[in-house]
């Protein structure tokens, strides 16, 4: 059904629990991956402490090393479950939209995506970006919830 799926990380614990569910199914459904982590340019006004303490050669420098790491974990999963998996690290203020353009470019038939579930209101106030992906995505998403302990 399913022949090559996109998956977003950002380094979670819950975007890695995503990846270890999404490579299996990829393994049983005979499909390959291209995993995907964006990263937001540098700004010199921001309210993220990282961008606050960091030049902007440093903040490149640390992003793609954080990207590269969580992109390889990815890589390495994929590798030893036997799927096929390719990586892209992009650079956006609209992660959401550099996520969607790679499903297409691509030609990803499907993306599988974790949700930290958020409530109703901080999901308004803030966004998700998996919202953003599911609003204005046409290709099928699937969204990743940790289990909740009955």
Do not use: W
């Not at 340019?41 to 309210?47: A, D, G, N, Q, V």
């Amino acid at each position: 059904m399913f022949k090559h799926l996109l998956l977003p990380t950002d380094g979670s614990k819950l975007s890695e629990a995503m990846i270890h569910k999404a490579i299996a199914f990829a393994r049983d459904a005979g499909a390959q991956v291209t995993a995907i982590h964006v990263t937001e340019p540098f700004h010199t006004f921001s309210l993220r402490a990282e961008m606050l303490e960091d030049t902007g050669e440093r903040y490149e420098r640390d992003s793609r090393a954080r990207a590269d790491h969580y992109l390889g974990m990815v890589q390495r999963e994929a590798g030893e479950k036997g799927v096929a998996c390719d990586t892209i690290c992009a650079i956006s203020d609209h992660p959401y939209e550099a996520i969607i353009a790679a499903a297409q470019r691509r030609e990803c038939d499907l993306i599988m995506m974790a949700s930290h579930g958020r409530n109703a209101l901080s999901a308004a106030l803030i966004g998700s970006e998996t919202q953003k992906v599911l609003s204005h995505c046409r290709i099928p998403v699937l969204v990743y919830r940790e289990p909740v302990a009955a």
